[in-house]
């Protein structure tokens, strides 16, 4: 099955904006501090959302992990460690809901997590697509002004 990779605009407010800030930057900085940990011990240790002390909802740290492994793996294969310094936000497709004009993903408030519903401009094209169309990773990111 051919991948597929939608663009969707979602709005925040600015709360809300400044909390994913937040939260991409931690997701970023667990990466980073996930892959130096390992390089300094020379393996990737088996570690859980349990070990690791992140303000990130587990299935997001979840994530994060994993994608801490895939970046200790092409170190060792280029044999520098690449460092993530773009604000990014995972979430898996068992996490996340998209409605008629929102999408819902969990984030921390308040130290709890939550699933949020955003406001979202999906075009007749997007739900077309996704009426039969397999859920995959969604990725947050903000765009640059």
């Given amino acids: 099955m051919q ?9 925040p407010s600015r709360r809300e904006q400044a909390l994913l800030r937040q939260l991409g930057n931690e997701y970023i900085r667990v ?3 996930l892959a130096e940990q390992a390089l300094a011990k020379g393996s990737f240790p088996n570690i859980t959302t349990r070990d690791v002390d992140a303000f990130l909802p587990s299935a997001v740290l979840n994530q994060a ?13 280029l044999g520098k460690r690449p460092i ?8 898996n497709n068992q996490n996340y809901t ?10 921390m408030v308040n130290g709890k997590t939550k699933k949020t519903a955003f406001p979202a401009k999906w075009t007749q094209r997007h739900r077309e697509m996704l009426a039969n169309a397999k859920l995959g990773l ?5 765009k640059s002004r």
């Fill in 3 to 11: 991948s597929l990779t939608l663009q969707v605009q979602f709005f």
């Fill in 31 to 33: 990466v980073n501090a």
């Fill in 65 to 77: 992990i994993r994608d801490a492994k895939s970046v200790y793996r092409k170190a060792k294969k």
């Fill in 84 to 91: 993530l310094r773009k604000r990014v936000y995972y979430v």
């Fill in 98 to 107: 998209i409605g008629e004009e929102s999408v819902a993903f969990p984030i």
């Fill in 138 to 142: 969604l990725r947050v990111v903000e």
